[in-house]
T-cell receptor
Framework: DAGITQSPRHKVTETGTPVTLRCHQT?????MYWYRQDPGHGLRLIHY???????DKGEVSDGYSVSRSKTEDFLLTLESATSSQTSVYFC????????????FGQGTRLTVV | AQKVTQAQTEISVVEKEDVTLDCVYE???????LFWYKQPPSGELVFLIR??????QNEISGRYSWNFQKSTSSFNFTITASQVVDSAVYFC???????????FGEGTQLTVNP
C-alpha cells in the first residue's frame, strides 16, 4: 500500500461547472501524477508535479489545471467541465530507486452531464 | 517520442491454457524502464514488474514470466496455466530516464473462461 487516497471516488457534475479532484499521499514522495483512462486510449498523462509548486503539463492538459501547495496533496481542477472530460482519473506517485516505480490511487470516476 | 503498442485488444482463453500478451515499444533513450500493470474488474491498477533496459535477463514469478528483447523492442508477458482470477486488463508502460512520465499502451483485455 503506497498510501495514496483519491477523493471523491465518484462524482457527477454538470457541464460548465468547475470540479476539483484531490490526491493525498502519506509518504512524502516527490513525484505525483494525474492520468485519465478512457477506452481505447489506455492511461494518458494530464499533469505531473516534481515538488511543491513545481508542475508540468502532460499530453492531455487542455482544460485542466493543477496545484501542489503541500508535498502530500496534488489537486486537479477542471476549470469548466465538459462531457469529453467524463473519464476515470488516476493519481500516481513515483517511488523506489530513481523514482522509477509508479503506484496508483484507486481512481475517481467523473461523469459530466 | 516514446510509444507503447499493445496490438492485442482482447484475448480469450480457457482456464489452464498458457497466454502471452505482447508489448512493443519505441524510444530514443538508451536507458529506460518497462512495466506491466494489471487492472482487475474492481478498477485499481496493480504493479506487476519493472525491468531496466540494461538488464535483458528474463524474469519468472510464479505463473508469470516476462521476456524482454531489446533487439525487437519487445517486453512480452506470459501467464502459464491461466486461472479465472487472471481475467483483467493488462497494461504495458515505458519510462525514459530523460523524462519522468510513464507512457502506457492501450491495454489488453484478458478473459479466462472456466
Amino acid at each position: 500500500d503506497a498510501g495514496i487516497t483519491q477523493s471523491p471516488r465518484h462524482k457527477v457534475t454538470e457541464t460548465g461547472t468547475p470540479v476539483t479532484l484531490r490526491c493525498h499521499q502519506t509518504e512524502n514522495h516527490r513525484y505525483m501524477y494525474w492520468y485519465r483512462q478512457d477506452p481505447g486510449h489506455g492511461l494518458r498523462l494530464i499533469h505531473y508535479s516534481y515538488g511543491v509548486k513545481d508542475t508540468d503539463k502532460g499530453e492531455v492538459s487542455d482544460g485542466y489545471s493543477v496545484s501542489r501547495s503541500k508535498t502530500e496533496d496534488f489537486l486537479l481542477t477542471l476549470e469548466s467541465a465538459t462531457s469529453s472530460q467524463t473519464s476515470v482519473y488516476f493519481c500516481a506517485i513515483s517511488v523506489g530507486p530513481g523514482n522509477t516505480e509508479a503506484f496508483f490511487g484507486q481512481g475517481t470516476r467523473l461523469t459530466v452531464v | 517520442a516514446q510509444k507503447v503498442t499493445q496490438a492485442q485488444t482482447e484475448i480469450s482463453v480457457v482456464e489452464k491454457e498458457d497466454v502471452t500478451l505482447d508489448c512493443v515499444y519505441e524510444t530514443r533513450d538508451t536507458t529506460y524502464y518497462l512495466f506491466w500493470y494489471k487492472q482487475p474488474p474492481s478498477g485499481e491498477l496493480v504493479f506487476l514488474i519493472r525491468r531496466n533496459s540494461f538488464d535483458e535477463q528474463n524474469e519468472i514469478s510464479g505463473r508469470y514470466s516476462w521476456n524482454f528483447q531489446k533487439s525487437t523492442s519487445s517486453f512480452n508477458f506470459t501467464i502459464t496455466a491461466s486461472q479465472v482470477v487472471d481475467s483483467a486488463v493488462y497494461f504495458c508502460a515505458l519510462r525514459e530516464t530523460s523524462g519522468s512520465r510513464l507512457t502506457f499502451g492501450e491495454g489488453t483485455q484478458l478473459t479466462v473462461n472456466p
